[in-house]
């Protein structure tokens, strides 16, 4: 089949057809997160977007290195050029080492991705283990004259860069308005201009995260990071540049200028950006107090939750929406979600029990086919191809009724197709199997049906389930309260 993958790239603003810069080669790089709290859904849906993109690039054939980075460094208090260390302040407040902070959030952040099964990016750069190369950065970008260092601290010297170059090309913004609106970053009297960032910042003597420079002891700027790591593992130039549509305004323009100034080259081809996450229609924010994090998701616990619901319901919900969509947290929308993930995943495993027949009576099939891909071909619309899935569980249904018939061969395909979309693509689990609660659900059925028999003097029946669960390895005890049930 032959596929013709069309992006859409932040960069121009318009859908554009992918070609990589090398043929059969994708390099990737998305910004990972900062590492000094639990992980929010709204980053879980950024990496989950990312991890539906890297799995349809292999799907297609490419040879993909996707680079997502750890930013355990430099990332201050408000995104600012000034004031506390993210980790530092935390660890302050906790009495512990900020690799301790890093280390815990790290695990817990890897925890929540394994549980909505995102395949684990090719390298994982963290900052920390790339303090030399940006420095080393930042010293290029000096000799091309696009810094300047004042009192151990080096500053990007955007008034000059714009002079040559397109500052706000990603997001086309007007450098007045800008200007006008830019908050006090801090280091303000350092600074040549008023939208200069830092590249490198002194530490103060009560700085705990602290590095040998050039310029003194201090710390890397945040946005360096990404421009230093990518350009170590995918080169000058690259293919796909990724993140939360919120990084664009700042972080990812001051990458796109730090490349610049320093390899006299936009880093990435394609700008790609996932929308934000929004709860009962507002945006989701931990202040505003109707943010919860994703174990509170799982187990239903928090206020604004009815219920649990079991992570691959949730990335289920996540790629009903498209990647550039807000997506809206309701009770109602993840019902109807998990409703439809246990409807896909039921007609999913009947497919071992369908019967071939010598001729097939599905029509279409191979145009619904040819929809479903076509719709991952254009910028990677998930909800199209879960929408044409849900007529395949229809034709699964009906096969299984015996309404439709179906070939040998031709439900080895149907099967080949449902692994490529579903289990491949989507990366979806079928999570009831092990489903402990299910199984006590369905063991408290069998009991109950099992005591009714007891209570109507059906001792044949009563006695005949106690044996045929015991074939199995289920034992009943009863006692006073009711009937247990354990494995032997
Ligand atoms: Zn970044």
Redesign the pocket.
């Known amino acids: 089949m032959e596929h013709k993958l069309i992006i859409y790239n932040t960069l121009t603003r318009k859908k554009e057809k992918f070609v990589p810069l090398h043929p059969d080669i994708v390099g990737m790089y998305v910004?990972g997160p900062t590492v000094y709290s639990d992980v929010h859904l709204g980053n879980c849906r950024t990496f989950v977007s990312f991890d539906l993109i890297f799995r349809y690039l292999l799907y297609l054939g490419y040879k993909v290195r996707y680079v997502r980075?750890i930013t355990d460094a430099g990332h201050l208090e408000g995104d600012q050029d000034e004031g506390d260390d993210k980790f530092a302040k935390k660890a302050k407040l906790l009495q512990l080492e900020p690799m301790e902070i890093v280390q815990k959030y790290t695990i817990g952040f890897h925890d929540v991705l394994r549980m909505f099964n995102t395949l684990p990016p090719s390298i994982e750069p963290t900052a920390t283990g790339h303090i030399s190369e940006q420095i080393e950065m930042v010293q290029d970008i000096i000799k091309n004259g696009f810094a300047y260092e004042v009192n151990g601290s080096v500053y990007f010297d955007v008034d000059k860069y714009i002079k040559e170059n397109n500052y706000t090309i990603l997001t086309n913004r007007n450098l007045e308005d800008m200007l006008n609106n830019t908050r006090e970053l801090g280091g303000q009297d350092e600074k040549r201009g008023r939208l200069d960032f830092a590249l490198w910042i002194k530490a103060k003597p009560e700085h705990i995260m602290r590095w040998p420079s050039p310029w003194g002891i201090g710390f890397p700027g945040w946005?360096i990071?990404?421009s230093a790591m990518s350009r170590k593992y995918l080169g000058d130039q690259f293919d796909i540049h990724g993140?939360g549509m919120d990084?664009a305004a700042t972080?990812?323009t001051n990458?796109i200028a730090q490349s610049q100034a320093c390899n006299h080259t936009t880093p990435a081809q394609y700008w790609m950006h996932t929308n934000m996450l929004t709860v009962n229609g507002a945006r989701m924010s931990k202040s505003s107090g109707n943010g919860f994090l994703p174990g509170e998701l799982f187990t239903g616990n928090h206020p604004l939750l009815e219920k649990g619901y079991s992570p691959m319901a949730v990335r289920f919900f996540m790629l009903q929406a498209h990647y550039r969509s807000t997506l809206d947290f309701s009770n109602e929308a993840l019902d109807a979600a998990d409703k439809g993930y246990k409807r896909l995943m039921t007609a999913v495993n009947l497919l071992d029990k369908i019967p071939a027949s010598k001729s097939t009576s599905i029509v279409d099939f191979n145009q619904l086919k040819l929809r479903a891909f076509a719709a991952m071909d254009d910028d990677f619309n998930s909800p199209v191809l879960i929408a044409e899935l849900f007529e395949v569980v229809r034709i699964i249904n009906s096969l299984f009724d015996g309404k439709l018939t179906i070939t040998a061969s031709d439900l080895q395909e149907l099967k080949d197709f449902i692994q490529q979309t579903v289990f491949d693509i989507l990366g979806l689990k079928d999570d009831q199997i092990n489903d402990a609660d299910n199984i006590d659900d369905l063991m408290q059925i069998i009991i109950n049906i099992r005591n009714e028999a007891k209570t109507n003097k059906d001792f044949v029946t009563s006695d005949r389930i106690r044996q045929h669960l015991s074939s199995i390895g289920i034992q009943l005890k009863d006692n006073k309260e009711g009937t247990l049930w354990n494995k032997i």
Do not use: I
Request: proline content about 0%; hydrophobic content about 10%; charged content about 20%.
């Open positions: 910004c980075n946005h990071e990404c993140g990084l972080h990812h990458e």
